[in-house]
Each structure stands twice: as C-alpha cells, then as structure tokens.
C-alpha cells in the first residue's frame, strides 16, 4: 500500500524544478518542441527543461447527427466484436466446442445483446445530445521553464536562434513587470489609505456647548416690570 504514495511522489519530483524560470511562452507546441530541440543541440542539459502547458481550454469537434439507426447499428456492431472474441475464447480452450458453430453462436448473441444496450441508452438520454462529437484538452501558450542554474545559457541560446522572438519575449516580460509593479503600487495604496466609516453611519453634527448652571438666570429673581404711568 505504500508504494502508490512513493510513485506517485516520484512521478511529480521527475515533472518539477526546484526554482524554474520562464525562457519563452510560444502559442504552439510545436513551437516550443522547436527551442527545445534547439537547446539539446548546442549541449544544453534539457534534463533542467520543463515545457508547460497553460490556459487550458477543451474542444468538442461535432462529428455528425446521431440517430437511432445509427445507435441500433453501433450496437450490433461493438456487440458483434464481442460475441467474436468470447467465441474464439471458448473455441479455443474448449475441446468439446464445435468451433465455428461456437463463434457463430456467441457473434448473433453478443450482437442482439449490443442492439439492446445501444438502444437502452439512447432511449435514456431523452434526446438531449443527438449529435456525435470528439472532446479534447489543449492549452493556449506553452512556456519553457528552465532551471534558475541554466536560464542565462538558455536565453542566450534562445536569441541565437530566433532574435525576433527573444525580443518580443523581453518586451513582454516587461510589460509583465510593469503591470506587476502597479498592481503592488495599488494595493499599497488601498492599505494605507484611511478606513472609510461604515456603510449607512452619518456622521454626526458638532453639539453646540451648553451654558453652565453660573451664567443661567436664577428663577427666584422676580422677571422685569415696566414701569408704571404717571
């Protein structure tokens, strides 16, 4: 039981770098299979080369409309090839078997068992997928990566081969670190600035000062009388 877990682990280590870095990002496979090979014929040591695939995407290619016939003829069919194989099994391994009857037996019975499954299923998708289609996982760029130890060799390789690339590779990888840059200088920037009070609290209106209990008039003192008429 332990042994999955040591594979498994040895598995990843031989698909990883301890510090890689990126020598150049290329829209096609064939592309970076190209640098590659570039490197491993001036010696480079490819064993520090890692191409990763990246922006993975998946594709469905429709291939064409699925109907009952051709569900009810694909089942015949798998179904016959199966029947084929168990017939020649017991055509060969058993010697009271009469041979050709056998896998003629085990052909029309593994081809009504496939019409029946093919049309089982087909009648339990309701008719929501008749089509027919090829799915496949492909990725946008793939990068080469490169063994921080080997990345200056590298890049300069590069260069010899295609310096159009290596340019445009550089010019990208500034704008990179520019866009980097502004982003770290933003975050900064919210951090630092002052917490805004919460939401729906209105602040609060500065309270007049009140007059003390001394410069109050006191309530005994009669209130003022005119005077009177003469």
């Known amino acids: 039981m332990s042994t999955q877990p040591n594979a498994l682990s040895r598995s990843r280590a031989s698909l990883t770098l301890e510090y ?28 520090n080369v890692l191409i990763v695939g990246t922006d993975l995407k998946q594709l469905e290619r429709v291939t064409g409309r699925l109907t009952r016939g051709r569900v009810a003829a694909g089942g015949i069919l798998s179904g016959m090839w199966l029947g084929l194989f168990v017939g020649l099994i017991f055509a060969l391994f058993d010697p ?23 049309l089982i299923g087909y009648q339990f998708t309701g008719g929501q997928r008749d089509f027919t289609s090829v799915t496949q996982v ?53 951090t630092t600035a002052p917490s805004a009070s919460p939401a729906g ?6 309270t007049s ?13 009669p209130p003022h009388q005119p005077p009177a008429d003469v």
């Open 20 to 47: 890689p870095m990126s020598v150049g990002r290329y829209d096609r496979y064939e592309d970076a299979q190209k640098a590659v090979d570039y490197l491993s014929d001036h010696e480079f040591p490819v064993q």
């Open 96 to 118: 009271q078997a009469s041979g050709l009857g056998t896998v003629l037996v085990t052909v029309l019975f593994g081809a009504g068992f496939g019409l029946m499954w093919a």
């Open 209 to 221: 000062p009140q007059p003390s209990s001394s410069q109050q008039p006191s309530s005994s003192q």
């Open 138 to 190: 492909v990725a946008t760029q793939y990068e080469v990566l490169v063994e921080h130890r080997h990345v200056q060799r590298a890049r300069e390789l590069l260069t010899e081969m295609d310096p159009m690339a290596a340019a445009q590779a550089e010019v990208r990888a500034a704008r990179e670190a520019d866009a980097a840059a502004a982003a770290a200088a933003a975050q900064r920037a919210q």
């Open 201 to 206: 609290e209105m602040p609060q209106p500065p």
